[in-house]
């Protein structure tokens, strides 16, 4: 971090600031200059806040020079993180494929929903027991009940269960019963929540906000890594923009800057980027060439129907057309699916 004063500060007060800095075992070196002074700060800077040291008249601007994340940045741990699942790693060679329907809508429908994305090629299966929906009146989610019929369909096809936590209070039920926890995009900066799935050892899909920067993303997963949980997967649905022919816009780039920047895997969800069948195809495609870990899909075999979600629920014939395509793209860059 590099903290530039300005020429006018009085000797008092450069002092007490060192002083300050000095306590939080840094080192500190100082460059003299004809209109300013600068500091150069070497340690662990994490929990400096920048907007604190601005708030101090004598100093004139702040720069990091390193992240503040440091628990998921590849700096500090060059090697990938594969989460397992089940025995399904993800974030290596392989990549995951993640289906099922946006709701659960009963035991019947999730688990022969459940048989035919394994039969096209599903290594996990999704599922909304309790569901954040912007209308108040729309289709909640069927609760505890749904989260028994996942587990119905997980013992019928033995696909592992990824399902989305709302509230702490779930927490247990879903450690006990769920195999990768999802924090959705209004959650990613519930911090209470993100601290108590890593004070778990379940792996947790974390998506990113509507309208998030990757830095705060990032920041997300240091907050269930700092926890002591470092099962992350990051997710990109897509985020709120100006463009209005789709529901949000899937932005693909975040998958080579967090391979740069983190070591942790990344799936794209297309469904809830695209909100519109017709294009998860093309997405899906584009997101395994440009290297994504997983993709997590939205399957209904009547989406005319559907509780939640119709309109970018692919049926499993044409879920299977694209795991077909995909593997085809997965083997000319070396991968697997």
Same mark, same amino acid.
């Given at each position: ?15 007490? $600031?060192?002083?300050?800095? !000095?306590?939080? %075992? ?7 200059? #004809? @209109?300013? &002074? +600068? ?119 033995? $696909?592992?269960?990824?399902? !989305?936590?709302? %509230? ?7 450690? #006990? @019963?769920? &195999? +990768? ?139 299977? &057309? ?16």
């Amino acid at each position: 971090m590099i903290i530039t004063l300005k020429k006018t500060a009085d000797a008092s007060e450069v002092k007490a $600031l060192l002083e300050d800095l !000095e306590g939080r %075992s840094l080192q500190i070196t100082q460059i003299v200059g #004809e @209109n300013y &002074d +600068v500091f150069g700060l070497v340690g662990d800077t994490a929990s400096i806040d920048e907007r604190s040291l601005l708030a101090n008249p004598i100093v004139y601007n702040v720069q990091r020079v390193a992240q503040p994340y440091k628990l998921a940045n590849r700096m500090f741990h060059p090697e990938d993180t594969i989460v397992d699942v089940c025995g399904i790693p993800v974030g290596g060679r392989k990549i995951v494929m993640i289906a099922g329907p946006c709701a659960v809508e009963g035991k019947e429908n999730v688990c022969r929903i459940a048989g035919e994305v394994l039969e096209a090629g599903a290594d996990m299966l999704r599922g909304g027991a309790y569901k954040p929906r912007t209308s108040p009146y729309a289709f909640q989610g069927m609760g505890t009940e749904g989260i028994e019929c996942l587990k119905a369909a997980k013992d019928k096809t033995g $696909l592992p269960i990824v399902s !989305e936590l709302m %509230s702490i209070d779930k927490l247990d039920e879903f450690v #006990e @019963n769920v &195999d +990768v926890i999802q924090i959705g995009a209004r959650n990613m900066q519930n911090f209470d929540l993100l601290k108590a799935v890593g004070r778990t050892n379940k792996p947790v899909l974390l998506k990113r906000g509507l309208a998030n920067t990757i830095e705060e993303w990032i920041m997300a997963a240091e907050y269930i890594m700092s926890e002591g949980n470092p099962n992350v997967i990051f997710c990109e649905r897509g985020i709120r923009t100006f463009e209005k022919y789709t529901r949000n816009t899937l932005d693909l780039s975040v998958i080579p800057i967090l391979k740069e920047r983190t070591h942790l895997p990344i799936i794209i969800d297309p469904s809830h980027a695209a909100g519109d069948y017709r294009l998860v195809e093309s997405l899906s495609l584009a997101a395994i060439a440009a290297g994504a870990d997983g993709l997590i899909i939205e399957v209904h075999d009547d989406p005319i129907h559907a509780a939640s979600d119709g309109a970018q629920s692919l049926k499993p014939d044409k879920y299977a &057309d694209l795991v077909a395509k995909g593997r085809a793209i997965a083997k000319v860059i070396g991968r697997t699916l």
